[in-house]
């Protein structure tokens, strides 16, 4: 009797044991629905590999974040890329944030718009460049704007990058947005809208054809 039961004991850490293994190697999707807040644990390609895809457009801006007072107290570089998934046909926005030695304070969050009617997955990848992932993501309540928060503690600080930060979506063709970078403590924020992506903007203005001649306009500026 007693080794019998040893042996289900046995055999039940096994089960669990199985069960917990399939748990650590499986990364599911985090859907970021409007009005909600999600953690972000990080993921990989290898976890993830629906990501794959091809880089359509990837692109560096300089930001300077301000105070009240007007007073510059972080300087840096977003780099904004767009990749069209390979299986799905579906565009997903990275963000990477490099965040200047020389500034004074660290950066706590990007927001970004406008995801209105698009579905959203939100993460960081830990399998490329980077140092410094988001802990949480939220989405405001008409789904408009998604915004991903680094720790309370540990912000991303001078001299600091961030992974790429992503925002899987389901639309398939995007325009010009606008992305904030934003310091609590201090209220720095940073706005700018050439060249970050804006998946809804080109299906709110109207017919397919007007939306690839906006398509076709933009890569020749680039």
């Not at 904004?80 to 965040?99: H, K, M, P, Q, S």
């Not at 970004?112 to 992932?133: A, H």
């Amino acid at each position: 009797m007693k080794s019998e039961s040893v042996g289900v004991f046995q055999r039940g850490l096994m089960a669990v044991g199985m069960v917990c293994a399939l748990g650590a190697g499986q990364a599911l999707a985090i859907p970021l629905t409007p009005g909600s807040t999600v953690l972000t644990p990080g993921t990989t390609s290898a976890l993830r590999p629906e990501l794959a895809g091809v880089v359509i457009e990837d692109v560096l801006t300089p930001f300077a974040g301000t105070d009240a007072l007007g007073n510059v107290v972080f300087t840096g570089t977003l780099q904004a890329r767009v990749v069209r998934e390979t299986a799905a046909g579906t565009l997903d926005f990275y963000y990477r944030i490099f965040n200047d030695a020389s500034s004074l304070d660290p950066i706590s969050r990007l927001s970004s718009t406008d995801f209105s009617g698009f579905l959203t997955d939100v993460d960081y990848r830990l399998d490329g460049l980077g140092s410094v992932g988001s802990v949480s993501a939220d989405r405001s309540s008409n789904g408009r704007v998604v915004g991903v928060n680094f720790g309370l503690v540990d912000d991303l600080g001078p001299g600091e990058e961030s992974y790429f930060l992503f925002i899987q979506t389901d639309a398939t063709s995007y325009g010009v947005g606008s992305t904030a970078l934003l310091n609590g403590g201090r209220a720095a924020v940073s706005t700018f809208a050439p060249t970050v992506p804006e998946p809804a903007t080109l299906l709110l203005l109207g017919s397919g054809l007007l939306g690839l001649g906006l398509v076709g306009r933009k890569f020749v500026k680039s």
